[in-house]
């Protein structure tokens, strides 16, 4: 079904409203309350407040016993919006969809108004509304908060836009298709002194030094070459001033990885290499690893499904079925843990087209033009594994 104009508007409408106010992580209270409004007014069962505030929305049509779960996430990053001129620019300080999940909720908003209009499958859609997908911790609250258990689904899709892929284009493949991320904090003590007269200190900015350095060695040289890592320190912070060696120095970063035993392999090698560097100095340290967002790995039984969907949206030469994978996270991971499932990457824009600013950029802005084709991507899902002879009244 290709999506009419009056739905393209509409979804249009929705994704300008919540780019406008967005929120963070488990803070989504306005945003979650326009999704349920939106899907109670297409006559749904709504449901709120699931972990936290999560909004699950259930469609049944026939007579059918195949449950499909399609997902998207709600919350934004805490962030200040560059676009002067935007006619829709946040108007929450500090705070803007830079992801595009504003986008990613109109998509879904747009693809339960098709199914509603058309109900053409056989069984029954829950549209999964998820909070705090940034940070790793939505999915796991609404799992705890018994969302299999009462709502349960057989399968479970979800999808992320991507600037740099030309937009209309879906790909995914079997298998790690997202990485895990863990964070890590060092904490390095020395001994502080005057800057004139190093030899009476324990220097630990010498020794964060040394230990950024090492910590490049993991992958190039305990991780098998045929595994994928990244290690990356990204913040470091002393108390030191301009004429005083600093007594404590503290490493921040993050390291990404698909299998539990290179998860294992990062963080061990990591704590020998602190421990080891900072005790050589006279120094001490504290690591504290923790593990964020598990991989994100596509069911070999669901992939070929999200493809076949993809295929009938856009053409098969539009369609990447075995998409390298990326070492970006994402907390669907921790659904495709519970039940079968797949996700699959929308391109957003080229480059040097509309749509092509990066993720996570203050000028990021979801491309309005591939919303009626993601509303399509995630009917066509629910009509590949629900199917009807013909539409049921």
Known sequence: MAVDNELGTQMVRWRHALHQ?????????????????ALELMGLQVHRDIGGTGVVASLTVGDGAGVIGLRADMDALAMTEAADGRAHISRNTGCMHACGHDGHMAMLLGAAQ????????NGTVRFIFQPAEEHGRGAKAMIQDGLFERFPVDEIYGAHNIPGMP?????????????????FVIRIRGQGGHAARPHMAIDPLVV????????????????????SAVVSCT?????????????????KGDTRSYSPAVQDLLERRMRELCHGIAAAHGASCEVDYTHEFVPTVNWPACTPVAIRAARAVVGADKVDA?????MISEDFGAFLQVVPGAFVFIGNGAADSPGGVPLHNSRYDFN???????????????????PAAHAVG
């Open 21 to 37: 106010f967005p929120e963070t992580g488990f803070n989504e209270h306005r945003t979650s309350g326009f999704v349920a409004k």
């Open 114 to 121: 098709i199914l509603t209009r058309q109900r053409d499958f």
């Open 167 to 183: 937009a209309g284009h879906i790909a995914t493949r079997v298998g790690g298709i997202m990485a895990s991320e863990d964070n």
């Open 208 to 227: 964060a030094a040394e230990v950024i350095l090492a910590l490049q060695t993991i992958v190039g040289r305990s991780v098998d070459p045929a595994e």
């Open 235 to 251: 913040e470091i912070h002393s108390d030191g001033i301009r004429n005083a060696i600093p007594t404590h120095v503290q490493i």
């Open 322 to 326: 075995n998409v390298a994978p990326m």
């Open 368 to 386: 309005d033009a591939i919303l009626p084709m993601g509303a399509r991507y995630f009917a066509e899902i629910a009509r590949q594994r629900l």
